[in-house]
């Protein structure tokens, strides 16, 4: 798998496979005449001896994408997921396999990660150590006892330090989106190709909790008498499926393709699945 960008580049220096620009690479796209001042290295002289004038070979740019990994590290990143294992594993094998397919393809990734707390950045660099570095920051950062989730904050930090046009992972988990949410969503789609990665809670009604009593990382417990009540389990369950309905939607209108993970075994499928539709979006 790689990553692909449906818009076509309109810099030099932005990312992308293939480029409107010409320039140097392996890929030959066509031949035309010289002019005063063209690189007689590029000159094609097979192709002028048989035309009779002196012709240029032109090759297609190739560009690397710039990737930012932008994750939510705040303490409810640090709780039970939907799936069993911690929040912030699968946040950290979703960057990690995001990042790990655009450095195999010589592209550019960094990080921008954090919380109300403030941010913290790692630069665009294209190797494996890098990666590895950025996996441990974002493992490091998230801590059931730092502070609480600032995504709207996280975002805007990316508008106005990120000038370039990116790749943006954004891994946070399943709190509901505002109208500030919203409002800065639609200001980034505009500039950048945004991927969402939503790591779902822990199931409260799950059979396999029936008999604990769960501690909730923003303080208080939440008693198992409370989980026999078939009304609130009623209630619960539709609420979530409403908040996860309400996401998807506010995803489809601001173009922002978009999936849920409950487990570190759900983020490879959803990932690549994430890369098929950007691949087929227009």
């Given at each position: ?8 580049v ?9 480029s409107?620009?010409k ?7 066509d031949?035309?005449e010289?002019?005063?001042g063209d ?6 002289w097979k192709?002028s001896?048989?035309?009779?004038s002196?012709?240029l ?5 190739v ?14 990143m ?15 094998m ?10 195999q393809?010589?592209d550019?990734?960094g990080?921008?990660?954090g919380?109300?707390?403030g ?10 150590a ?7 920051c974002?493992?490091s950062?998230?801590d ?6 600032d ?52 199931v409260l009604v799950?059979p396999?909790?029936?008999?604990a ?5 923003a303080?208080?417990r ?25 996401r998807?939607v506010?995803?489809r ?9 409950g487990?570190?075994a759900d ?16």
């Amino acid at each position: 798998m790689s990553l692909h960008v449906p818009r076509k580049v309109n810099g030099l220096l932005e990312g992308e496979y293939t480029s409107r620009h010409k320039g140097r690479s392996m890929d030959f796209d066509d031949l035309r005449e010289y002019i005063r001042g063209d690189d007689v290295k590029d000159v094609d002289w097979k192709a002028s001896a048989r035309s009779g004038s002196i012709l240029l070979k032109r090759y297609v740019a190739v560009r690397k994408h710039n990737v930012l990994v932008v994750v939510d590290t705040g303490r409810s990143m640090s709780a039970r997921a939907a799936g069993g294992g911690d929040k912030r594993d699968v946040a950290v094998m979703a960057a990690g396999v995001l990042g790990s397919i655009a450095v195999q393809h010589g592209d550019l990734v960094g990080m921008l990660a954090g919380d109300a707390a403030g941010v913290v950045r790692a630069p665009q660099r294209e190797s494996d150590a890098h990666l590895e570095q950025i996996l441990r920051c974002i493992h490091s950062r998230i801590d059931g006892a730092g502070a609480p989730s600032d995504v709207v904050g996280l975002l805007e930090a990316v508008r106005r330090s990120i000038a370039r046009r990116m790749t943006l992972l954004i891994v946070t988990d399943d709190a509901p989106l505002t109208a500030a949410h919203r409002a800065i969503l639609r200001r980034l789609r505009v500039q950048h190709e945004i991927l969402w990665l939503t790591i779902n809670d822990t199931v409260l009604v799950d059979p396999a909790l029936a008999a604990a009593d769960l501690v909730d990382v923003a303080g208080g417990r939440l008693p198992a008498a409370l989980r026999d009540d078939p009304q609130l389990c009623g209630e619960y369950a539709a609420g979530v499926r409403d908040a996860a309905d309400r996401r998807a939607v506010t995803m489809r209108e601001l173009g922002i393709v978009a999936e849920d993970i409950g487990a570190e075994a759900d983020v490879i499928p959803s990932v690549l699945r994430l890369l098929e539709r950007t691949r087929h979006a227009v």
